[in-house]
């Protein structure tokens, strides 16, 4: 017989599946899911988001408990129940689909972020811009640089740039959750007190890795990056002290100029050191936007945004009230020591610059870029010994100028005249930035130019220079306050008469007028799509010589108009990105109408009415004169004939433009000598410019020349 055999049972074994059971039996009821998942998202949310946030977080599921309680309670009220879980169920899906959102962003940022390599943080790529045939001309970026170490920076400059950038730097982890939010709405509220949004860390990231992007999803992508890898790359590796070090050392504070150590040099001549307070607080300013305060062009913008950094350091008691206002009553200006380095060509490099961040919103001092440019070396090299005072004697020190020179069959500017005695990276520029009022210059665009055009006049057709008045009575004189009754529109144009240009501007379509000098890349005064008739001698708001250049140019090509431009084709060294510059030419004019203009403006020149000096080639040209206005004339007690000077020639390659005129009433240029002094300039400079030899404008097909004889009207 078989025994059979009988265990005895195992009680631990089965205590253990009962405790399984019990616990299956807990989720099936879901009286565990809800405190695991609740649990689990303030992990997370501690991890990741810092208190505040994990706050908001559990504010949200406390709502979620709530209305399910609410649900519960609501038994046997079938309708209000319903309700109540509808709204339930939709509150929950669209809590449930943003955090989704939230974590997949997360996941993204994480995954899309650029690899941390430590040696990015001591080292970026420079710019390097080359010239029209390809030769390197311009290194922009990190080699100006001397690197300190904390020790070696002075405390005034540390609680300057605390108290300015990060307040509570040596608190947090890297980022600030409520200091991001508050200086996000108080810049929104336009707040000068609003500081930086991002902290020290994150900046150290963006000048390092990421970039200046601020705007868009871009922006925001940008900004959260900022925020990963400051938080669990940089403050995981580096000490509070090592992540100023980085921060003073790469940050581009003006021009040319990267690191606490190269600006106290390049704006007061003094190791860091020896910074007071004053200079000290001047240099924490700059951190936010330097261009924007560079003391050289903007002193009263410098000065306003050190008041700031002031106010923000005796807020965070580094300072007294006493010294704060001490500090503050120094001007700027007479703290400068006037050494700011400059590179070749700076006057083009300038220009490459602006074009960049105001047509691709990119800065070249900022992100690494590879630009190829349009530069001329040998015209650029002529010009600056011009401005500079090398090949030409300059009749004063207080007269200024500005000039330009484009290719009139493409738009390329090949040389700048930035203007006398510039300090410094990014001074102001005389070529891009004025808009002073054209005066003659205007008669070809605005009266003669659209007559010939859409009026079908000829060089023949007759004007009468006699007394006469604008249409609201206002009378209107000529320079020499004579009449030379009946004229040709040659004469008229060439002589610049006042009273046949208007009589030419009421003649034709106000609104084709419009037309063709905005097409022309021309900003006139324009009220209710109407031009005031005072733009027929180019008194209205104005221009600057890049732009009058590249309206000149349609006369010498065929009557395309081609937007001036410096850059033809940049590549961004970090994405490889790369954009090539696309003219979009347009048929401002006929061929006819611009060869007219051009056989008129040549006539100008060969009578002496226009000045230019040429190698033998053909030369056709305007020269405009501008008043000052009364208001300004009887404030400074000036001369009722003082001008704004122009002249604005081409041969049959390039476009010379040429303002010449003050900068602030220190001086002015008088009817007795301006013309003289703006002729002799100009001749020097058309001699080095207009390079062709023994060219000539070609007649194009659709003009026919024929005898007339003189005095006859209609023509015979």
């Known amino acids: 017989m078989k025994k059979k055999n009988i265990k005895k049972p195992n009680r631990k074994k089965g205590m253990k599946n009962n405790q399984i059971d019990k616990l299956i039996k807990k989720i099936k009821n879901k009286k565990i899911v809800k405190p695991l998942i609740i649990t689990i998202l303030l992990i997370i949310a501690l991890i990741f988001l810092k208190p505040i946030l994990t706050i908001v977080l559990v504010i949200g599921i406390a709502i979620i408990l709530y209305f399910n309680k609410m649900i519960h309670k609501a038994k046997g009220k079938n309708n209000k129940r319903k309700i109540l879980k509808l709204i339930f169920t939709i509150f929950l899906s669209i809590f449930c689909l943003l955090l989704l959102i939230g974590v997949a962003f997360c996941i993204y940022i994480v995954l899309s972020a650029p690899k941390f390599d430590v040696k990015e943080l001591n080292y970026k790529e420079s710019t390097i811009i080359y010239d029209k045939d390809g030769t390197e001309i311009a290194k922009l ?57 991002s902290t020290i860390s994150m900046q150290v990231i963006k000048n390092s890795f990421t970039s200046s992007t601020s705007t868009g999803i871009k922006g925001i992508i940008r900004k959260f990056t900022d925020i990963y890898l400051a938080v669990f790359k940089l403050e995981k590796q580096f000490t509070k002290e090592q992540i100023f070090e980085y921060y003073v050392n790469n940050h581009l504070l003006g021009g040319n100029i990267y690191g606490v150590e190269e600006a106290a040099q390049s704006y007061f001549d003094k190791d860091i050191q020896d910074l007071n307070l004053s200079e000290a607080s001047f240099i924490a300013g700059l951190f936010q936007s330097p261009n924007a305060y560079n003391p050289y062009n903007y002193p009263k913008a410098a000065e306003k945004r050190q008041d700031t950094v002031l106010y923000l350091m005796r807020r965070h008691k580094y300072i007294t009230k006493e010294e704060g206002n001490l500090a503050g009553s120094v001007p700027i200006t007479s703290l400068l020591s006037g050494k700011e380095k400059q590179i070749a060509y700076q006057a083009y490099v300038d220009t490459v610059v ?257 000045p230019g000096k040429s190698r033998g080639a053909q030369l056709a040209g305007k020269t405009g004169t501008s008043n000052l206005d009364q208001n300004t004339i009887k404030k400074y007690n000036l001369p009722s004939d003082t001008y704004d000077l122009w002249v604005v020639g081409y041969d049959p390659e390039v476009v010379l433009s040429f303002w010449l005129g003050f900068d602030a009433i220190k001086g002015y240029v008088d009817n007795s000598n301006g013309w003289l002094k703006r002729n002799n300039i100009y001749n020097s400079l058309s001699y080095v410019v207009f390079k062709s030899n023994n060219k000539s404008f070609i007649k194009p097909n659709s003009v026919v020349e024929v005898a007339i004889e003189k005095g006859t009207n209609p023509a015979m």
Not at 160 to 175: L, M, P, R, V, W
Not at 456 to 473: A, H, I, K, L, R
Request: overall charge negative; proline content about 4%.
């Open 354 to 610: 602006e074009e960049m961040i105001i047509k691709y919103k990119l800065n070249p001092y900022e992100i690494p870029m590879i630009i190829y440019s349009n530069l001329d070396t040998v015209r650029q090299t002529d010009v600056d010994n011009i401005y500079n005072g090398v090949t030409y004697t300059w009749p004063d020190d207080q007269i200024q100028s500005g000039a330009a020179v484009v290719e009139a069959a493409t738009g390329k500017i090949l040389a700048i005249g930035a203007g006398r005695f510039r300090t410094g990276i990014r001074s102001y520029n005389y070529a891009t930035m004025i808009n002073r009022q054209i005066g003659s210059t205007a008669k070809p665009l605005f009266d003669y130019g659209p007559g010939i055009e859409y009026e079908n006049w000829s060089t023949y057709t007759q004007f009468v220079d006699e007394p006469y008045s604008y249409s609201d009575g206002t009378p209107i004189k000529n320079h020499d306050n004579k009449y030379f009754g009946n004229m040709t529109l040659k004469t008229a144009l060439a002589t610049s008469r006042n009273i046949p240009a208007l009589k030419a501007f009421q003649s034709v379509s106000n609104s084709k007028i419009l037309k063709f000098v905005t097409s022309l890349g021309i900003q006139p005064e324009v009220s209710n799509g109407y031009l005031h008739e005072a733009h027929s001698i180019g008194s209205f708001n104005g221009s600057n010589p890049v732009a009058m250049a590249g309206a000149f140019a349609a006369f010498n090509n065929k009557g395309i108009y081609n937007e001036p431009y410096a850059v033809s084709k940049f590549i961004v060294r970090n994405s490889g990105e790369e954009v090539k510059y696309e003219q979009e030419p347009v048929q401002v004019m006929s061929e006819a109408t611009a060869y007219i203009i051009t056989s008129v403006l040549r006539y100008a020149v060969q009578t002496g009415e226009v």
């Open 141 to 197: 970026g990190a080699e100006l640089r001397e690197n300190v170490t904390y020790d070696q920076l002075p405390q005034v400059l540390i609680d300057s740039i605390i108290a300015t950038e990060d307040a509570k730097f040596f608190q947090h982890n890297g980022f600030n959750p409520s200091r991001f939010l508050v200086a996000t709405l108080k810049q929104l509220m336009g707040r000068d007190d609003a500081g930086g949004a």
